[in-house]
């Protein structure tokens, strides 16, 4: 048997990267609309972390609701459903004009439904490959992580051009299209409901209660390493997914195309470092981790450094993206190394749960809340102390992470 070419990981994978497409290229028409709209960073995270309140409500739910319904059928559902979502906005745009309250509200509808998929589908990934132990998790989530840098990458080359030349619709057509290919896939991937065992099925707020129960006293290391988790997305997500567009639109001054340009330099960065740790999968330990973490910490003194020299605005366009390409790469390594140690360490039961909880996706609750909060930062300093101040967060995270991958080790 060879696990990574099997029928279901194949669909799985591409369903996965297909619907990813979509929203990449989606999320990616919005903030172009609202910076070009407003020119303000704080608006432009607020948009983007308008779904905070849902996403903090409803995906612990999402996690029970993984570990008791055919998570094929989770998957299906959630992308049909964001295809009818997205295509009943194209309509109402299309008759009212686009307009920041509309956008919000389509944003926070999605987030309602990605609450439910994320953990649905990291823990389809330990359901296929657990019997196959680590080194196959890590192949098999290595090979995810390729899927989802390559098709974040198409969009981000195209998405400039695009968006300049025929604007928003096109995109969200676009991305209706994919939601609705992604869908039809998954009608085919073989997976069975999630094994309980012979327990009693208890309520919804019980079986909740039982994953919280689980991490803090059953896996307490598992729990630190999903804090851990928060925090650097906290500080990646904000930082990259706020301070990146802004930084290029509004303080260097750069068009929609320049930003595209760039942003697709930094996804062939997120595939070369996906494919890179994918050649090392099977041998990642969390050992790893402190050096990686060391590795963000350094990628980030150069950029706060030539924000605070006299030079033109292409230097400091090239420096910022040679750098952040590093930062890339490296957290391409440490989310190999953390998740499959947070799902091998979780029973089947548990997984949906538990995995709703970790959140590494820029979905994650800690990433929105980064990214209002490096939003604020954003309008308030100058780019270079941001930038300093989130290397000395960095530099925090480094220590705190050498005693607990020991831990893992141990």
């Known amino acids: 048997q060879r696990p990574l070419l099997s029928r279901d990981f194949v669909l799985l994978v591409a369903g996965q990267g297909i619907s990813l497409f979509g929203n990449v290229m989606l999320r990616f028409a919005m903030s172009m609309w609202v910076l070009d709209e407003t020119g303000s960073a704080t608006i432009f995270a607020s948009v983007l972390a308008i779904s905070i309140v849902p996403t903090i409500l409803l995906s612990p739910f999402g996690g029970v609701l993984a570990d008791r ?16 979502l997205v295509l009943a906005s194209a309509i109402v745009f299309a008759t009212t004009g686009f307009h920041i309250v509309a956008i919000a ?3 926070v509808l999605l987030a ?6 994320t953990p649905t589908v990291q823990a389809a990934l330990p ?3 657990r019997q196959y132990g680590p080194a196959t998790m890590r192949q098999g989530m290595a090979v995810i992580n390729q899927v989802q840098q390559l098709s974040s ?3 981000s080359f195209l998405g400039g051009v695009l968006y300049a030349m025929f604007g928003i619709r096109l995109m969200m057509i676009i991305a209706i299209a994919s939601f609705a290919g992604a869908a039809a896939l998954e009608c085919f991937i073989r997976l069975s409901a999630p094994d309980r065992g012979d327990e009693e099925l208890p309520t919804p707020l019980e079986d909740l209660k039982a994953g919280v129960r689980f991490l803090i006293k059953d896996r307490p290391n598992v729990f630190r390493l999903l804090l851990f988790a928060a925090a650097l997305n906290f500080v990646l997500i904000g930082y990259s997914g706020v301070g990146f567009p802004y930084t290029i639109r509004t303080v260097l001054g750069f068009d929609a195309t320049v930003y595209g340009i760039a942003d697709g330099l930094i996804g062939v960065s997120g595939v070369a470092g996906a494919f890179i740790a994918g ?7 969390m050992r790893w981790l402190p050096g990686l973490m060391a590795t963000l910490t350094l990628a980030m003194v150069p950029q706060g450094i030539v924000f605070l020299l006299p030079v033109d605005a292409w230097t400091k366009l090239v420096v910022l993206i040679v750098f952040i390409c590093g930062t890339m790469v490296a957290s391409c390594f440490t989310n190999l190394i953390a998740v499959p140690a947070i799902q091998l360490s979780t029973p089947e039961a548990m997984a949906g749960k538990v995995m709703s909880m970790a959140r590494p996706s820029s979905t994650g609750r800690a990433s929105r809340l980064g990214q209002m909060v490096y939003g604020w930062a954003y309008d308030q300093m100058p780019v270079a ?6 290397t000395a967060l960095f530099a925090v995270l480094t220590v705190l992470m050498v005693p607990l991958a020991k831990q893992f080790e141990d």
């Open 127 to 129: 359901q296929m490959f």
């Open 385 to 390: 102390i941001v930038l300093f101040i989130t």
């Open 69 to 84: 319904v055919n998570r094929r059928t989770i998957m299906v559902a959630l992308d049909a459903i964001s295809a009818v």
């Open 105 to 107: 509200t389509m944003q």
């Open 279 to 285: 050649l090392f999968a099977a041998k990642l330990t």
């Open 153 to 155: 990458l198409l969009p």
């Open 112 to 117: 309602v439904l990605g609450a439910f998929e």
